[in-house]
């Protein structure tokens, strides 16, 4: 469980090296949230898949903008590490660990007790309102563990660990399943059993990792009074996070448009699009590996002042993340049923899933050049730019066309699914824009964090 210095190697090596853990972690985090919908659907009703796929929606986000805010973390940590100062690595981490402890207060105080008003919100049926109300109120209850393992992550990326997460998530999903399996498949407890099991696997693998921390030889100083509101440090973190989870917290949003959209046609829809988008998040790990890695390894090389090595890091990742597009494409449009049917037993909601999962087989070509150059741009600090393109894509494009699409005399599944590639076609030529403006401007899109002395 060594760091990895991203700056030295063969550049396509040293990304695929660091990028296929944070792939397996990814296949795991997945799975880990997979198999609640998995087993209910295997052990309970359509009501309690319903609140499983409405509530994990939400937290989904809630996990999303976490993850975008700690990405200020990951992108200051890497660059001190590639300017080779552990000092200012230990105090940037020292000011994120106080950032996020008063978020996951907050978030916690938000969520546990107006969990009924949330599960209104999203349009539950009525038939899975309780279920929905349940699963949202105990998975709030482990927001600290969503938090801390997501500041955790963002540490060993930013240092060029990518292993450690992988074995800490492996033993909650293992944790996640048997839980589930007991909760939901023997005491039959079904949305409430499957958030206890999660909770429970999220504090396991906070534990595991603090252990592993202690015993690990770490690349940056640190000490228990850089655990505070330093405001040189907060802004670093703040000026990158901020915009990433921004644009996270809008674009998700549109896709709860869509669950909230899906939820007005009936039960049995709700319950496909939640098991599409379970099986969508295994069709896009790729390019999701591909976008948390480009971001270390160009945060490290930019911080190295090697930025050549930045711009053939995004070019070999679209190279490749285009190559296993193309086979999640072909599985998406002609296996989406066998997909769907891993999550459901009931013909209606597999044929359903499907249905919108041929819609999703276009994403899957598009995501893997996007989320690539969005990898590229959170590395090097431009996250206005990426929170803009995220909000012109969800705003303008996605939320519009769905609203227009399911109002249509002959709405279905499969075009309101459209509206997510046709989003992410429209990123992509601002993306292309944007590079190609900063690459004219002579910017070199240096990372803000080198800023910080």
């Known amino acids: 469980m060594k760091s990895q210095n991203l700056t030295q190697g063969g550049i396509l090596k040293s990304l695929v090296t660091f990028a296929f853990p944070v792939l397996l972690a990814l296949f795991l985090q997945v799975m880990y949230g997979a198999a609640d919908l998995i087993i209910v659907g295997q052990f309970a009703g359509t009501g309690e898949q319903s609140g499983v796929a409405s509530g994990s929606q939400l937290f989904h986000l809630v996990t999303l903008v976490i993850t975008g805010l700690t990405m200020g973390v990951t992108v200051l940590v890497g660059n001190a590490i590639g300017a080779r100062d552990p000092e200012r690595a230990g105090r940037g981490i020292g000011a994120g660990i106080a950032i996020f402890a008063v978020i996951a207060v907050a978030v916690t105080a938000v969520v546990v007790p107006w969990s009924d008003g949330l599960a209104s919100l999203l349009d539950a049926p009525p038939e899975a309102f309780a279920q929905t109300s349940s699963y949202v109120r105990i998975c709030g209850i482990g ?35 048997v839980g589930d399996l007991v909760l939901v498949g023997v005491f039959h407890l079904g949305a409430a059993g499957a958030a206890i099991a999660t909770v429970t696997a999220q504090a396991v693998s906070v534990i595991v990792s603090l252990v592993l921390i202690r015993r690990k030889e770490l690349p940056f100083t640190f000490h228990r009074f850089y655990v505070r509101f330093d405001p040189v440090y907060v802004r670093a ?137 969005v990898g590229y741009f959170n590395g090097c600090g431009k996250t206005i730019f990426v929170m803009a393109q995220g909000v012109v894509g969800a705003f303008c494009i996605r939320v519009p066309a769905v609203f227009l699409l399911s109002r249509a005399a002959d709405a279905s599944l499969f075009r309101i699914g459209l509206a997510t590639p046709l989003s992410s076609l429209v990123q992509i030529f601002l993306c292309l824009g944007a590079y190609r403006y900063y690459q004219k401007k002579g910017l070199g899109l240096p990372t803000e964090a080198r800023q910080i002395d």
Not at 274 to 294: N, P, R, W
């Open 143 to 177: 927001t600290v563990f969503i938090v801390a393992y997501n500041v955790i992550g963002a540490v060993f990326r930013g240092i060029g660990d990518s292993k450690t997460p992988l074995l800490t998530v492996a033993i909650a999903c293992v944790i996640n399943i």
């Open 237 to 373: 973190i703040l000026r990158v996070g901020i915009p990433i989870a921004l644009q996270e917290l809008l674009v998700q949003f549109s896709f709860l448009f869509i669950q909230v959209v899906v939820n007005g046609m009936g039960v049995t829809q709700s319950a496909a699009v939640g098991v599409a988008e379970k099986a969508v998040g295994f069709l896009m790990l790729v390019g999701s590996a591909y976008m948390q890695s480009i971001s270390a390894f160009v945060a490290q090389n930019n911080g190295a002042g090697q930025y050549n090595r930045s711009k053939k890091a995004l070019f070999y990742g679209i190279e490749t993340a285009f190559a296993a597009g193309v086979v999640m494409a072909a599985l998406a449009f002609f296996g989406g049923g066998a997909l769907a049917s891993l999550f459901s037993r009931e013909a209606a909601v597999i044929a359903g899933a499907h249905e919108y999962l041929k819609a999703y087989a276009f994403d899957c070509l598009l995501t893997a050049i996007f989320f690539c150059y």
